[in-house]
C-alpha cells in the first residue's frame, strides 16, 4: 500500500514512479487541500474520497486580513502580538532580499530579537535558528516557505506573508496553518504591494483565502482553487472549447472511450467511431457565481454538464436549471449552446470547429 502524506507537494510524475514500483498497489493520499486534479478526480468518481470536518478541540478560526504592504499596518500587527509575549512569522520567499526585510522590522522594533531562516542556510546553522526560536530566543522569524510544512510552535500566533499575491492557495492554505494551534486566538496576514498591480487570478486567490477562514475549510478552499485554477481549465471564466481549455475533462472522456472500447473488444463486438468535437469559438462561456452562488453545487452542474451525450440528456439539464437556478443568463446560454452544437458536430461526424477572424474554419 502507497501512503503520500501531504499529497498536494507531489507531482504526478513522482506518485505515479512509485506506484510502477508494484503492480495493483493501493494507494491512500492525504492532504488538507487536494490539488485540482485530485479533486477533480473525486468528483467524477475515479477515486474515491473522505472529509474530515472536525477541527482539533479548543480551536479558534485564524483571524484573517488581506492588506495592501505597509509600515503602519506591520507596525500595529507586530506591535499586538508583542505586547502579548507572543512570537510572529514573517513570511519573505525571496532570499537575496531577506536580509533588507529583517533590517526594515528591526528598524521599526528596535527592542525586537529578530532571526532570519532559509533554505540555502547551512543544515546546523538552519537547526541552530529553528531551535532558538522555539526556545524564545527570537521574537520575530523572518524566514521563506520551509516553515510551510510540520512546525508546531504554540506560542507563534501572528503570521505576515509578504507578496502574498505570489503563492498558490495550497502554500497560503498551508502557510496560516502554522498559527492558531492552542486555544488562543491567531491571526494571518497577507500583504500585497497594490490591488491594482497584481492579476486578476491572484486577487481571486486571496479573496478566497479571506472568505475560507473556518475551521477545516481546506476542502472547500480546494474547490475554489479547481474553480479559479481548472481541471483544464473547464471551470474557468475562459472555457470557450478548445482542446486546451478543456483539459482534463477531455482526458476522462476520451479515457472512458478507452475502457469502453477494451471491453467491446473483450466481448468480441464491433468497435465504433465516436467522435468528440473540438470547438474553439472565443466567447465567455461558463457558470456566473450570481446564477448558482454555492461551489459545490456549481462544480457539480459542471459535472452533469460535461457528462451530457444527447439532446435528451441536454434538454433534462436545462430543465433542471430552470427548475431551481430561473433563467439562464448570457454566459450560461452561451455554454448550452456550445454543448447543442458538440452534439449536432458529433452526429455529422464533424471534429472540430474553429471560428477565427470572424471566419468558420
Known sequence: MLIVDEEQRFGVL?????KKL??????????????????HMSLIGVRDLSVINTPPEDRFPI????????????????RRELDREGQIFFVHNRVRSIQKVARDLNR????????????????????????????????ILVCTTIIEIGLDIPNVNTIIIDDAHKFGLSQLYQLRGRVGRTDRRA??????????????TAKKRLQAIKEFSELGSGFKLAMRDLE?????????????????????????????????????????????????????????AYIPGGYISDLKQRVLIYKKL???????????????????????????????????????????????????????I
Open 14 to 18: 513522482h506518485k505515479e514512479r512509485i
Open 22 to 39: 508494484k503492480e495493483s498497489i493501493d494507494s491512500l493520499t492525504l492532504t488538507a487541500t487536494p490539488i485540482p486534479r485530485t479533486l
Open 63 to 78: 483571524a484573517t486580513y488581506i492588506c495592501r504592504r505597509e509600515d503602519k499596518v506591520m507596525a500595529e500587527t507586530i
Open 108 to 139: 521599526l522594533f528596535p527592542q525586537a530579537r529578530i532571526g532570519i531562516a532559509h533554505g540555502q542556510m547551512a543544515e546546523e546553522q538552519l537547526e541552530d535558528i529553528m531551535i532558538d526560536f522555539l526556545e524564545k530566543k527570537y521574537d
Open 187 to 200: 491571526y494571518a496576514y497577507f500583504l500585497y504591494p497594490s490591488y491594482r498591480s497584481i492579476s486578476d
Open 228 to 284: 479559479i485554477r481548472g481541471a483544464g481549465n473547464l471551470l474557468g471564466k475562459e472555457q470557450h472549447g478548445s482542446v486546451g481549455d478543456v483539459g482534463f475533462n477531455l482526458y476522462c472522456r476520451l479515457l472512458e472511450e478507452a475502457i469502453k472500447e477494451l471491453r467491446e473488444e473483450e466481448e468480441g463486438k464491433e468497435k465504433k467511431e465516436d467522435i468528440t468535437p473540438v470547438i474553439d469559438i472565443k466567447i465567455d
Open 306 to 360: 460535461a457528462e451530457i451525450k444527447d439532446l435528451e440528456d441536454l434538454e433534462r439539464v436545462k430543465e433542471e436549471l430552470r427548475d431551481r437556478y430561473g433563467i439562464y443568463p448570457q454566459e450560461l446560454r452561451d455554454l448550452l449552446e456550445i454543448i447543442y452544437l458538440k452534439i449536432f458536430l458529433r452526429k455529422l461526424g464533424i471534429g472540430s470547429l474553429v471560428v477565427k477572424e470572424n471566419k468558420l
